[in-house]
């Protein structure tokens, strides 16, 4: 029970630092359901490109001797913004190719269509990388290797900083939809399109710069997990996005704030679960069962309280 107990602010820390990572995604999923009520499933390959571009600027960076001259925190924005621009744009290029030629059709068609996106990206990132670089498996360079040491528990320099950053664009994405004009057409066309677009907005804009966002954000979530985590490859995203759109249902799909409380609650729960569950059981279960924490209470939170914890309800537009 002591050790039990004594690992237990690690299991806390790397639980919260897995959950920012599923916010981040989450946020994504949300944006898009907000405006469109249509769940992007390809956003999870958004995530897997932006993990794979920032990978890319700093393996450039590495062969040119540059990243070692550069200061980190330099190569860090360089790969965060190359990261998001490049997802950014591939999720604004997907909803004007794939989405918005089927916006009227039934909601069945744009889910099929998402999901063969899906895969394209899959294929396509696998391609590209063995012509490239003839591996498809990367390890993303480390930039900080320094560990803090509180009492019993480690904690990375690059930990803190993934959270610090999760946290800071979580609260610009907040500020910019609440608080600026952009953000207020943005809520009047996920309102009511018809109504939005008789009073001067420009709906398709509106929509474009929903993916544009939402597709950033998965690219920052992206180069953030390869940096954390350093192995990348082009089914990466397959699992984690499944996991961030339960975080995202679980927190009140369609809610900015639940997206991030249901990210931080699902990585807290998916974290103790692998830490405790062989110790609970008695070695029954063990670590490799965590990836059923994330559809268990996906099943549970459609039972009990589909509209998720802060109980965000779309209503049906006419």
């Known amino acids: ?6 690992m237990l602010p690690q299991v806390i820390i790397d639980g919260l630092t897995l959950g920012f990572v599923y916010a981040l995604v989450a946020l994504g999923y949300t944006m898009v359901y907000g405006v469109l009520e249509f769940i992007n499933f390809a956003h999870s390959e958004i995530f897997m490109v932006g993990a794979f571009a920032g990978t890319e600027a700093l393996l450039i960076l590495q062969s040119t001797g540059a990243l070692a001259a550069l200061p980190p925190f330099v190569s860090l924005v360089i790969a965060l913004l190359f990261g998001m621009i490049v997802a950014g744009l591939l ?15 039934p909601r069945l068609v744009p889910l099929i269509s998402a999901i063969g996106v899906s895969f394209f990206l899959q294929d396509a990132v696998r391609l590209f990388e063995g012509l490239w670089r003839n591996a498809f498996y990367l390890t993303t360079p480390v930039l900080y290797r320094q560990t803090l040491r509180f009492s019993n528990v480690d904690i990375q320099i690059r930990t803190l900083i993934l959270v610090g950053v999760c946290l800071v664009i979580m609260f610009g994405l907040t500020t910019f939809v609440n608080r600026t004009k952009l953000g207020r057409a943005l809520r009047a066309v996920a ?5 939005a677009s008789i009073m001067g907005v420009n709906v398709n804009f509106m929509i474009t710069m929903t993916f544009l966002i939402g597709g950033a ?26 996991k961030a ?32 569950l062989g110790i609970l059981t008695h070695g029954a279960f063990g670590a490799e069962y965590k990836d059923v924490f994330a559809f268990v209470i996906l099943i549970l939170v459609l039972i009990v309280k589909p509209s998720g914890l802060l109980g965000e309800t779309i209503s049906e537009k006419a």
């Open 1 to 6: 029970m002591s050790e039990s107990l004594a």
């Open 91 to 105: 999720a604004a290029g997907m909803e004007r190719v794939a989405y918005r030629p089927l916006r009227g059709a």
């Open 191 to 195: 309102q009511d399109q018809a109504t």
């Open 217 to 242: 954000l998965g690219g920052a979530a992206g180069v953030l997990f390869a940096m954390q985590y350093t192995l990348i490859h082009p089914y990466v995203g397959f699992i984690l996005g499944i």
């Open 245 to 276: 759109f339960t975080a995202a249902v679980f927190g009140g799909i369609g809610n900015i704030p639940g997206a991030m409380l249901g990210g931080v609650l699902l990585g807290m729960v998916e974290s103790l679960g692998s830490a405790y």
